[in-house]
């Protein structure tokens, strides 16, 4: 079973930038897409963005498009997440995930089986 874990949350304040990052473990990092996801207090869990196992596509929340980049460096099986313009709703705790079966891309959150434990942000105003 895969092991998922975040790194890079913190306070920023509004405008500011984090970098998170998701290093799994094992060999089959590059046969799976990757997703990120949030979750505020009181909210369900969200897409936030997804990249396919190659790192030939990608797609993103419409909240955070423009804003956030996701990137992967299969070499180092880890998954990025560039945020940028940071607002104050962007404020959540961050997982990234993984589907159930390989060589398959989606951004449905029903789909994704494996989570990491997650890691705050939190922009200020």
């Known amino acids: 079973q895969v092991q998922l874990v975040e790194s890079g949350g913190g306070l920023v304040q509004a405008g500011g930038s984090l970098r998170l990052s998701c290093a799994a473990s094992g060999r089959t990092f590059s046969s799976y897409t990757m997703g990120w996801f949030r979750q505020a207090p009181g909210k369900e869990r969200e897409f936030v963005a997804a990249i396919r196992w190659s790192g030939g596509s990608t797609s993103y929340a419409d909240s955070v498009k423009g804003r956030f980049t996701i990137s992967r460096d299969n070499a180092k099986n880890t998954v990025y997440l560039q945020m940028n313009s940071l607002k104050p709703e962007d404020t959540a705790v961050y997982y990234c995930?993984?589907?159930?079966?390989?060589?398959?891309?989606?951004?449905?959150?029903?789909?994704?089986?494996?989570w990491g434990q997650g890691t705050q942000v939190t922009v200020s105003s």
């Open positions: 995930a993984r589907p159930k079966g390989s060589y398959y891309y989606t951004t449905s959150v029903a789909d994704y089986a494996s």
